[in-house]
């Protein structure tokens, strides 16, 4: 079983920037494919981006797109969301999540195998 734990939260002004970073125990992370998500309060959780198992394959939320980017280390068992030109929106528990397969089939949050507890990010306007 894979776990994560996800570091990198924060409080950061409107504009600025985080990355966050999930670090990965266990010997199949090269294997999985690896998204992030993220959790405002009152609202349901919601896709971010995900990446195939080579890093090569991407996708964003389009509220996202252009702002963030999602990479991955595979020789660290990390992967990373660098989070530019922040807003105040993006408020929200940041959580990681993984998939038993390589490929990027999914986007939708049930069908993630294995989550963080989350990383808090605060912006503020």
């Known amino acids: 079983q894979v776990q994560l734990v996800e570091s990198g939260g924060g409080l950061v002004q409107a504009g600025g920037s985080l990355r966050l970073s999930c670090a990965a125990s266990g010997s199949t992370f090269s294997s999985n494919a690896m998204g992030w998500f993220r959790q405002a309060p009152g609202k349901e959780r919601e896709f971010v981006a995900t990446i195939d198992w080579s890093g090569v394959v991407t996708y964003y939320a389009d509220s996202v797109q252009g702002r963030f980017t999602i990479s991955r280390n595979n020789a660290k068992n990390t992967v990373y969301l660098q989070m530019n030109s922040l807003k105040p929106e993006d408020t929200a528990v940041y959580y990681c999540?993984?998939?038993?397969?390589?490929?990027?089939?999914?986007?939708?949050?049930?069908?993630?195998?294995?989550w963080g507890k989350g990383t808090l990010v605060i912006v503020s306007s």
């Open positions: 999540a993984g998939r038993r397969r390589g490929d990027i089939d999914s986007q939708r949050a049930p069908d993630m195998n294995f």
